[in-house]
């Protein structure tokens, strides 16, 4: 099956730092999404980003899906960023489900 | 708030018991997924289920068993539990609107077997 590597694994960032979040996959895909996994392990949606560039205040993503990877862009961190950063990609011409990476846990400082 | 209701939020049981987990999808949402998350294996997808009929299957257990009612809620029934089975289960729910299929994701059931 595809495989989905997220990097890098752990990240410690002080308050306001930008940072940028990386994944590759090893296939084509028509989905991709990330998700943000909060300390209380709620998932919450970021971006439907399958190919192309988003914006949502502090947070843009952009995946070249020719190159197969995906990057997110967390601008003047906060604290509340902290938790754990999912990449969930549904390989082109297979079942819906999402096969997601081992994430980045990143913890945001004062 | 996804819009996806999860119940219950937490559940202890002792091993060889039977749970059953409950999911509301997305009101207009006909596609529902059932994901684990433990320790071990990160998050995997267990199963999928489309207006009722049962999609796809992934890495589920045969003590472990899904479906989806009229109303298209789900439940998720574990069997015969394991020390193992302990981790977050996820249900998630999506429509296909604009070319687009984006699954949002419940709260989840923390499940702790003893």
């Known amino acids: 099956g595809i495989q989905v590597e997220q990097s890098p694994p752990d990240l410690i960032l002080q308050e306001g730092a930008n940072s940028t979040l990386r994944c590759n996959f090893s296939d084509s895909v028509n989905n991709l999404q990330w998700f943000h996994q909060n300390p209380w392990g709620q998932l919450i949606n970021l971006f439907y980003i399958p190919s192309g560039t988003k914006q949502n205040g502090r947070l843009s993503a952009t995946t070249v899906a020719t190159e197969r990877y995906s990057l997110l862009y967390i601008s003047s961190s906060q604290t509340t960023d902290s938790g754990v950063y999912f990449c969930a990609v549904r390989n082109t011409g297979t079942a819906s489900k999402l096969t997601f990476g081992t994430g980045t846990r990143l913890q945001v400082t004062l | 708030d996804s819009g996806v209701t999860q119940t219950p939020k937490h559940l202890i049981t002792a091993t060889g018991q039977r749970v059953t987990l409950r999911c509301s999808p997305r009101?207009?949402?006909?596609?529902v997924y059932w994901y684990q998350q433990s320790l071990d294996q990160g998050l995997q997808f267990l199963i999928q289920y489309y207006n009722g009929e049962e999609r796809a299957k992934g890495n589920i257990l045969e003590r472990f068993s899904a479906q989806q009612f009229p109303d298209l809620h789900s439940e998720l029934n574990l069997s015969s539990l394991e020390l193992g089975d302990s981790a977050l289960y996820f249900c998630?729910?999506?429509?296909?609107?604009?070319?687009?299929?984006?699954?949002?994701f419940g709260p989840g059931t923390r499940l702790l077997v003893l």
């Open positions: 009101s207009g949402d006909l596609s």
């Open positions: 998630a729910s999506s429509r296909l609107a604009g070319g687009a299929e984006t699954q949002y």
